[in-house]
């Protein structure tokens, strides 16, 4: 049988919170076991995990011990401690009696003088205000409130290229549209306009046109009822329908 001297001390364990082997948990295992489990840690993350446990494992071994603090064998622990601070107090007051001076003796202070009456003086006159003549205008203010229009350049558009890229039937009839208006003139003689009426295009009138024609007024109604929806608009188409298809 060995003998106790010769016995080996045990192994230190160290800690460990490997995912494989302790899923996340804490557990105790050897030098050589915590060397592999680092190892085979899959993420960055787990193998700074797995020396953040050893690290904080050593530093709490390392503290010292925590050793009880002596007992005065002079104190009585019996005592609670409301008494002991009672006579902590009575002694000072006793100890500060015993200090004072013999030669100082207490007395009543004199009374303070009574402050001086303070007259109240009458408040000083208001200053006399003259009529001011209003300042001049300031002409950089009627300068600031013009308005600055912002004018940019017409830009340089080639309606017969986009045309010719236009590939959607819809915006080719569109396109179609634009390019119509495009080349469009007053003095075109398709569009056949009488002196009058270039007349009013380029010199429109100046107040509401007088509507004598009873079916363009009826036309008129029916364009305001679908806009603006409202009772008296549908009496009014009910009125000029029945005025203009009596029979």
Not at 139 to 156: A, G, V
Not at 169 to 192: G, H, Q
Not at 194 to 207: M, N, S, V
Request: glycine share 2%; proline share 14%; aromatic share 4%.
């Amino acid at each position: 049988m060995a003998s106790p001297d010769l016995e080996q001390p045990p192994r230190r364990q160290y800690d460990c919170v490997c995912l494989k082997y302790g899923s996340g948990h804490l557990h105790k295992v050897s030098h050589t076991a915590w060397y592999q489990h680092l190892a085979s840690a899959c993420t960055e993350e787990e193998h700074q995990c797995i020396q953040t446990a050893r690290v904080l494992a050593d530093r709490i071994a390392s503290l010292p011990p925590l050793t009880r603090p002596s007992l005065t064998p002079d104190r009585d622990y019996s005592v609670p401690p409301s008494v002991r601070r009672a006579e902590a107090r009575q002694g000072l007051a006793k100890r500060a009696r015993e200090n004072r001076n013999p030669n100082e003796y207490e007395h009543d202070a004199p009374p303070l003088p009574p402050p001086p009456e303070e007259h109240d003086a009458p408040p000083p006159p208001p200053p006399e205000e003259h009529d001011a003549p209003p300042p001049p205008p300031n002409h950089l203010d009627q300068e600031n409130r013009r308005i600055t229009y912002q004018r940019r350049t017409r830009p340089q558009i080639n309606i017969q290229h986009l045309r010719e890229c236009i590939i959607i039937p819809k915006l080719k009839e569109t396109m179609d549209f634009v390019s119509a208006l495009s080349t469009a003139t007053l003095a075109d003689p398709v569009a056949k306009l009488g002196p009058q009426a270039l007349e009013r295009l380029r010199d429109p009138p100046r107040r509401p046109l007088l509507i004598d024609n009873a079916g363009h007024r009826h036309s008129i109604s029916i364009y305001l009822t679908t806009e603006h929806s409202s009772q008296d608009t549908y009496e009014k188409i009910c009125r000029s329908t029945a005025r203009n298809f009596s029979g």
